[in-house]
């Protein structure tokens, strides 16, 4: 009797998390993600060291090109 209480438990679990798995909106959760991302595929937090450099590199021709 505890086996199958113990099996109808888990086939309502995997029915209950199976239908909440398909309701949830993966496009809004994609394009939310975007915006953290650069267009190189940088990301904002992780990478803003890598980022810096890049942007400090980009202006450093420019202010040779003044001179």
Known sequence: MTAFIILLLSCVVLVVGGYLWRRVDWQAIEDE??????????HLYYDRKILRRLREEAEKPQTQKRE
């Open 33 to 42: 993600n975007k915006r953290y991302y650069t267009s190189d595929g940088s």
